[in-house]
């Protein structure tokens, strides 16, 4: 049996690799060098404590404040653009409480199944990827921070996470090097981190090794079908034949799938990363809750990240985003004297966003033997193994590990 899996990022590569234990003959796709893939410069974190969606109550009052802000978190690059407007009405009407509350139990248990994933990765002896469980402090410095993370800490504690709510003085514990100016912080002892460089290379070294062919550099111009079968996809005029298609493109999903005639709304969000020296040395990833700023340590490097914004993708860096996040970084640690990188060393990336903030996971109905795995937004390195796992559960005709009725990829046809 042989699987084409399209896209080789971070959800490509897992699926390959379960994929490849399943005795399929795999091939990779991708339009570029996976150079650019966005789970190579993003924070690394696991996170079961993510089981809210992007589009959750009151992102979209937020949203139309930080609109005018080009420094804001949350950012909506003024365009034309009719996918954009598309998109951005069916975000406003998810982002409500109800859909939250029927998403979160979903979310979490993908996340957890992701995590134990992880975990047995780790153990391998071709891997190792700087894999700690360590947790995560979301850090919060306003009244309003601290009432909504203590609400969402307490929504985790029902749903059964390890999480719990610290003091200034319990978090100068765990952090004896930093000088913090907070509130408090809920501390997920249930998430962990990983250094998403390592992993990807570590993957891809062991996907080559056992036989599964990378194509890089190879834009899909179309397919061939016929009685709801594909039977090749057309690349530059090479023709790849398989009995599975997997389409996991990441932020490329609507225009890949626009070819087989499927409506899969998506928006690429971009994000940015750099990386300085650990010093002062913080021991434990951070949410900078009000900034929506993320920190991992990486071992002698430590990696800062946030902003989300929507739009055409284009290779400009926005320097204006990323000193929006560096100006947030005094707010949170007197003693974190963070200079504005050049802009040389600041990689981006486009994370995949679907406009209920789910992931799209399932076989679309159009097609006996496509298998859609995206849009996990900000969590495509958190959920990759579970989806690469399910991906292959789906391939072989079992039943996957977590219900996916929520994740269906044909829900907006």
Sequence with gaps: MKAVVIGGGIIGLFSAYYLNKEGYEVTIIDKGDLSANSSLGNLGMVVPSHFI???????????????TNSRSPFYIRPSLSLDLVNWGLKFIKN???????????????????????????????????????????????????????????KMAQDMGLDVGILSP?????LEPDLKLKVL?????????????????????????????KIIKNKKINGFEYKNEVISKAICDGEVFEADQFILSPGAWMKEVSDLLHINI??????????????????????ILCEARVAITPMGEKIRFGGTMELGKMNAKVNMNRVEGIVNSIPKYFENID???????????????????????LGRADQYKNLIVAGGHSMMGLSLAPATGKMVAELATDKKTTIDLKLFSPDRYN
């Design 338 to 360: 963070l200079a504005m990188p050049a802009e040389k060393d600041v990689w981006y990336g486009f994370r995949p966003c679907s406009p209920d903030g789910l992931p799209y």
């Design 169 to 173: 003085s319990e978090l100068q514990k």
């Design 184 to 212: 408090g912080a809920a501390h997920y002892r249930c998430d962990a981190h990983l250094n998403p460089n390592l992993l990807n290379g570590q993957l891809r070294s062991y996907l080559v090794a056992k036989g599964v």
């Design 95 to 153: 982002a409500n409480q109800k859909k939250c509350d029927e998403a979160a139990p979903y979310l979490k248990d993908y996340n957890l199944f992701s995590k134990q994933l992880f975990q047995d990765l780790a153990k391998e002896p071709d891997f190792d990827f700087f894999y700690h469980q360590k947790g995560i402090l979301m850090y919060y410095n306003t009244e309003e921070g601290e009432k909504e993370e203590v609400h969402v800490a």
């Design 53 to 67: 969606p992007l589009a959750s109550p009151g992102i979209v009052a937020k949203g139309l404040k930080w609109l």
């Design 265 to 286: 709304p998506m928006m690429p969000g971009k994000g940015y990363t750099f990386n300085v020296e650990n010093k002062p040395e913080m021991k434990i990833p951070a």
